[in-house]
């Protein structure tokens, strides 16, 4: 019997769970509804290469139009504004319904916008999608200070590339230090003079009180009462799961949409994947809610199994990486829960790794280094990590020492 | 085959197993790896963005990219992960008398 499957999202997890269920079932019709008019594309670049023309809008897509086409998946742009999981349909803004035997959810995460006065709420800028770079990138060309609302790794990456444009930028953070959710401060703090060697400014502590404009400019006040005068706003103040459309429904919400380990919700035949879902991981025993590049790829593959019926648990231990200037930052498992931390590397040249352990196990690392200091390392404590062994804390700790040692025994 | 095509390495113990060295030879960077079984080359830059692969980590016939764990496969040079989606060029080796080198064209 031929299955309808409706990916709704046409991002990253959906074109890889799409192509997933391909692999593994070739009689089911499998369509993808995307709200962008694009196909799905990558979104790292965004921030980084696009801006700096170094990689053009075609250079994104994960595939071409020829690929879904020879495995005959559909997608089709749209955007859905009603869901009815009891009848299993979707709804869209043109009276169009479509039908589902099984649907993934691949929503993805949305930014989180400043609450400001309404004739400002055109002026300020975000990034997060292929069209918004495209603006930045066009109006930024005509300006010379530009001010980065938030330290966290879009805008820092935003920084970075507007100075290697030659702009002056000024970034404001509300905490006491960079990317402060989950960087270690050293680390952060490592980064941060990379950006003030570049020219960059970084403001910590403080919060706006105000933005005004000033004929085509605008002050910012902040609650110490400096005025910083700009051309230009970005604002990145975090991101948020994209679930308006399910609030009144049945789906289980909470900090997305609540999945176990193999990308079900509270509702049968409804799955989630990526940025959106808040899912069930067996090896910390916890339910965490990732917005990363891996993350989204492995978690599509895995939801796109378990729809085809191939049931998989999803254990991928977490990785994701931030590019600024000549630094490539990368985060490994989770560093929020250990007992002890250990330490390796102390020249940003070499690379500098924190490993966060709890009870003698490695529980995640968090490293920066000049581009290609750091990735095998981090690679092998991915390794370690799901390895859950007790780690010789002499070899971690001394980077005269290679951590491969530790995955050979 | 002309002779003068083949560019001497190193020697076959200057590689540990399953590890590289990077090779610099005029403008070019390569990557020569010792395996299980036998001695291969592939450019030293990943095709992603333009970082040396030698940072990387060597994996069975794998190595991975240090940036962005973009993946190829050493021996037929195959990106098999992404964001690695373009295939990394390989170059013929041969060991004589203990010495590695590599066919450049
Ligand atoms: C600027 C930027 C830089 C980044 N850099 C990095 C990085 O360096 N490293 C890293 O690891 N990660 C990075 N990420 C994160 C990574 O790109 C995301 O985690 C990943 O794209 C998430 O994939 P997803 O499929 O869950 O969601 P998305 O790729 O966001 O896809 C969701 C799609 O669903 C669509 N949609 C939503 N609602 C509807 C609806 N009602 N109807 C139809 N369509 C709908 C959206 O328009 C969107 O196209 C970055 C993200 C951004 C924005
Ligand atoms: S630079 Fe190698 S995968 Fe990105």
Not at chain 1, 358 to 363: A, G, H, L, Q, V
Not at chain 2, 39 to 58: M, N, P, R, S
Request: with cysteine.
């Amino acid at each position: 019997m031929k299955n309808n499957i409706i990916i709704l999202g046409g991002g990253q997890a959906g074109i890889y769970a799409a192509r997933e269920i391909r692999q593994n079932d070739s009689k089911s019709n499998i369509k993808i509804l995307g709200e962008e008019n694009l196909l799905p594309y990558e979104r790292p670049p965004l921030s980084k290469d696009f801006l700096l023309d170094k990689k053009k809008a075609e250079d994104l897509y994960f595939h071409s139009s020829d690929v879904l086409k020879n495995e005959n998946i559909e997608f089709e742009n749209i955007s859905i504004n009603k869901v009815d999981f009891e009848n299993k349909k979707l709804f869209a803004k043109n009276d169009n319904v479509y039908s589902y035997d099984s649907l993934l959810i691949s929503t993805g995460s949305e930014n989180k916008k400043l609450t400001l006065d309404n004739n400002l709420k055109n002026d300020i800028y975000y990034l997060r999608n292929l069209e918004e770079a495209k603006k930045i990138k066009e109006i930024v060309s005509n300006k010379n200070k530009i001010t980065i609302i938030g330290g966290g790794f879009i805008g820092l990456e935003i920084a970075s590339s507007l100075s290697q444009l030659q702009k002056k930028v000024v970034v404001i953070e509300i905490g006491n230090q960079l990317m402060g959710r989950i960087i270690p401060k050293q680390i952060a703090d490592l980064v941060q003079n990379t950006h003030i060697e570049h020219g960059n400014e970084i403001i910590l502590n403080k919060q706006i009180e105000k933005i005004s404009k000033k004929n085509d400019d605008y002050e910012i006040l902040l609650n110490d009462n400096s005025l910083i005068e700009t051309d230009f706003i970005i604002a990145g103040i975090g991101s948020t799961p994209t679930v308006k459309l399910f609030e009144n429904t049945n789906l289980k919400l909470d900090n997305g949409i609540v999945t176990n380990q193999f990308c079900e919700t509270s509702i049968k035949d409804v799955y989630a994947a990526g940025d959106v879902s808040n899912f069930y991981h067996p090896f910390y025993e916890r339910n965490m809610r990732l917005e990363s590049y891996q993350h989204a790829q492995n978690h599509g593959i895995c939801a796109g199994k378990n729809i085809a019926g191939v049931k998989t648990e999803y254990s991928s231990i977490p990785w994701m990486w931030s590019d600024q200037f000549n630094l490539n930052l990368q985060l490994t498992g989770i560093c929020d829960e250990y007992d002890e931390i250990i330490e390796r590397g102390n020249d940003i040249n070499n690379g500098v790794i924190y490993f966060f352990l709890k009870n003698n196990k490695i529980r995640g690392a968090c490293g920066v280094g000049v581009i290609g200091k750091v990735g095998r390392d981090i690679r092998i404590t991915s390794k370690l990590t799901e390895k859950d062994a007790i780690v010789d804390k002499q070899i971690l700790s001394d980077q005269n020492l290679k951590l491969n040692k530790l995955i050979q025994k | 085959m002309s002779e003068e095509n083949w560019i001497e390495v190193g020697s076959t113990d200057s590689i540990e197993e399953e590890d590289l060295i990077r090779f610099d030879h005029q403008d070019k960077t390569f990557c020569v790896y010792k395996l299980t079984d036998g001695f291969y080359a592939t450019d030293g830059i990943c095709t992603h963005e333009a970082v040396h692969l030698e940072d990387g980590l060597v994996m069975d016939d794998e190595i991975e990219c240090p940036m962005h764990q973009g993946i190829f496969n050493i021996k037929s040079g195959e990106a098999l992960s992404p964001p690695a989606c373009e295939d990394l060029k390989t170059y013929p080796v041969k060991v004589d008398n203990d010495k590695i080198f590599i066919k450049i064209d």
